[in-house]
């Protein structure tokens, strides 16, 4: 059962870099979420997407991209890295509230992700 | 707005000891609830839910009962075990315009010695 995969796990990057993390998805949910999680701050949502080819823009999304191109996967990129970007980057994904309602949210294991 | 409030750790307890983390939340309408546990280089996970006023979610002999009254989600384990250090998460679901977010508290680190 693989559920929600992140890749790559860790990642340094130099300030000004461009890169890309892919999470996938095997439980055809329709809703997937990208989170930062930083000391003391707990979970905050960057962008999310209710559906293939939608994205909408969450709490903290300014410096990152995304795109939903299929159902199964959630890209989050980053154009030009800085060093407030360093943080551990969470995907997760659900069902719709018209799938089913009540159901969680189902994370990855996350990508550490370094700028320097 | 929406926003969750729960107790700053870190905590730490002897094994068996009584826990309790509190959270409060502030919503409009009626927002189910959750605690979610991070274990060490782990991702997040549902511990358990409430969905409606008085509702009272248990799994791993955790326990939370939704206050609509206090506006609070507090956990509760009655004797806890070395493997339940971990980061717990409190935090409410709000639907908006056909779509679903969670909002999160903070975290608190729990610690439990042998």
Redesign the interface.
């Given at each position: 059962n693989a559920g929600?995969t992140q890749t790559p796990k860790f990642r340094v990057l130099k300030t000004g870099q461009s890169m890309t993390l892919l999470c996938a998805q095997d439980m055809n949910h329709e809703?997937m979420?990208w989170y930062r999680q930083d000391p003391?701050?707990?979970?905050?949502?960057i962008h999310?997407s209710?559906g293939e080819g939608t994205t909408?823009k969450?709490e903290v999304p300014d410096g990152y991209n995304v795109s939903r191109l299929k159902k199964q996967n959630f890209l989050l990129g980053l154009e030009s890295a800085a060093p407030s970007q360093t943080s551990v980057y969470?995907c997760?994904s659900?069902y719709?509230?018209r799938t089913s309602s009540?159901q969680?949210?189902?994370?990855?294991?996350?990508t550490r992700l370094s700028i320097l | 707005g929406n926003s969750v409030t729960q107790m700053e750790g870190p905590v730490t307890l002897s094994e068996e000891a009584f826990l309790t983390i509190n959270c409060t939340y502030t919503a409009t309408g009626y927002p189910s609830l959750f605690w979610y546990v991070q274990y060490p280089g782990e991702g997040l996970q549902l511990l358990l839910k409430a969905t409606k006023a008085d509702d009272k979610g248990s799994n791993k002999g955790f326990e939370a009962t939704y206050r609509k009254e206090t506006t609070s989600f507090h956990l509760e384990k009655g004797s806890v075990q070395v493997s339940d250090s971990a980061v717990y998460f409190c935090a409410l679901r709000v639907t908006q315009g056909g779509s679903e977010k969670l909002v999160f508290g903070k975290g608190t680190k729990l610690t439990v010695n042998p």
């Open positions: 929600v809703y979420y003391g701050m707990g979970l905050r949502l999310y209710v909408a969450g969470f997760a659900s719709s509230i009540n969680p949210q189902h994370f990855g294991d996350g | -």
